[in-house]
């Protein structure tokens, strides 16, 4: 299967073009989940979430979208810009009191100017 | 910046060896979490921390353990360390043990020589 580094699914987009990442994710009992982005040399930050009863929600330039039939979960950026560059994760939360994030391999994101 | 911070950034040691790795959680969050992110395994939680108390398990090494101090801040201990222990180890924290999103710290990279 992919893997971060070497086999990371990577996606082309220019500048000023929606981007979608898409990810499936694996526990149909997870009841929430986040998506993030990991920039060179940091740490992954958190861009967006959305709980099991929802199945879209909408943030600044980003839209999560939730298929619980299919246990698929995308992420879709407006107007892709340079700076959007990086790996993006999504997560998910198996449930319970715990709260520990399951991650998905990652997808690199380039942005052409 | 996230408000999570770790120490030290980088840490080169020899197989063997012990290191401790640090992280102090962003003001207000009880819960900690510390993960493992190499090139052929991507983001790997290890262990959870609840207001000093062990919350959950992933798949941490018997060489690896952890613990949370009253001050909320946590460290990592990595002894006998061998070549394969060589990652990126971060820590994350949030407000409560489920259902809120982690924040990352910038991580820690451990090279074992």
């Known amino acids: 299967g992919e893997s971060v580094g070497l086999h990371l699914p990577t996606l082309s987009v220019q500048e000023g073009d929606n981007s979608i990442i898409n990810c499936a994710y694996s526990n149909s009992a997870s009841d929430y989940f986040i998506w993030y982005k990991q920039e060179s040399g940091k740490g992954p930050q958190f861009i967006i979430d959305i709980r099991s009863n929802m199945d879209k929600r909408q943030g600044q330039r980003v839209t999560v979208l939730l298929n619980k039939t299919v246990k698929h979960l995308s992420l879709q950026i407006a107007a892709t810009q340079p700076g959007d560059s990086a790996v993006y994760f999504c997560a998910e939360d198996w449930g319970g009191s715990q709260g520990n994030l399951i991650f998905g391999k990652g997808t690199k994101l380039s942005v052409k100017p | 910046d996230s408000g999570v911070t770790q120490t030290p950034k980088h840490l080169i040691t020899a197989t063997g060896q012990r290191v401790t790795l640090r992280c102090s959680p962003r003001?207000?969050?009880?819960?900690v979490y510390w993960y493992q992110q190499s090139l052929d395994q991507g983001l790997q939680f290890l262990i959870q921390y609840y207001n000093g108390e062990e919350r959950a398990k992933g798949n941490i090494l018997e060489r690896f353990s952890a613990q949370q101090f009253p001050d909320l801040h946590s460290e990592l201990n990595l002894s006998s360390l061998e070549l394969g222990d060589s990652a990126l180890y971060f820590c994350?924290?949030?407000?409560?043990?489920?259902?809120?999103?982690?924040?990352f710290g910038n991580g820690t990279r451990l090279t074992v020589t």
């Open positions: 994350a924290s949030s407000v409560i043990g489920g259902d809120s999103p982690l924040h």
């Open positions: 003001s207000g969050d009880l819960s």
